[in-house]
């Protein structure tokens, strides 16, 4: 899954550090999650999208599902 | 890419933990230093006293507390590394086991080697150390 969390937060002016305190997590999750190694639970994503005051969907998107394809068959 | 805000500094949430952690392991790793010292000069563990096992057991508590200390880690930290402390944990239990089986074998085929228990235990707690060191530096 891809995300805008990195150019959101330095949009802010944050550190990842600050972000992480923001959001209780460590530095080390929010790289993980900035680089997409990890992709966060339904709780923490809806706690960076409140914190970004932005919908969770155009914060996060799934970048191996083809648009308007989601839950049909492929053939 | 990285910027002048992705410093490696550690936040402060994760500061806390790291400390907290400390304060839960240090106990309980100066108590196993201790007590094995303890053991060491008192427990005649080569003698043929009944009390030898009792002594020989006495390592086990401040074991047991490193684990607690593992344990209440688990729970205090974020869910990615919560991933991250699990994979570690799961790589040690496969390699113990594995080795387990090697040496259970071995022990089998007469090979009579005393240090096998903490053969399984080293090889446990490196592939630990070294998967969740690998997993953390990802």
């Not at chain 1, 959001?23 to 706690?47: H, K, M």
């Not at chain 2, 309980?28 to 020989?56: C, N, Q």
Request: aromatic residues 8%.
């Amino acid at each position: 899954m891809r995300n805008s969390l990195r150019p959101l937060r330095e949009e802010r002016g944050w550190s990842q550090a600050a972000l992480a305190d923001l959001l209780g997590v460590s530095r080390q999750t929010v790289n993980a999650l900035e680089t997409g190694r990890y992709d966060p639970s339904l709780p923490l994503a809806f706690r960076i999208a409140a914190l970004f005051e932005r919908p969770i969907e155009s914060l996060f998107h799934p970048d191996d599902v083809l648009s308007g394809t989601v839950g049909q068959e492929r053939g | 890419m990285t910027s002048d805000l992705d410093t490696a500094r550690r936040s402060a949430g994760g500061r806390s933990r790291a400390t907290a952690y400390l304060r839960d392991f240090l106990p309980g790793i100066l108590g196993y230093i201790v007590v094995l010292a303890l053991v060491g000069a008192f427990g005649d563990l080569d003698g043929e006293t009944p009390t030898r096992f009792g002594w020989a057991m006495l390592p086990v508590v401040p074991a047991v507390w490193l684990g607690w200390a593992v344990l209440r880690h688990l729970r205090r930290v974020d869910e990615y590394e919560q991933v991250v402390l699990l994979r570690g944990l799961s790589v040690g239990f496969a390699v113990a086991m594995l080795a387990a089986v090697v040496l259970g074998m071995l022990a089998v085929a007469g090979l009579d080697l005393l240090i096998a228990p903490w053969l399984v235990f080293a090889a446990g707690m490196t592939s630990w150390a070294v998967a969740t060191g690998i997993l953390n530096a990802r």
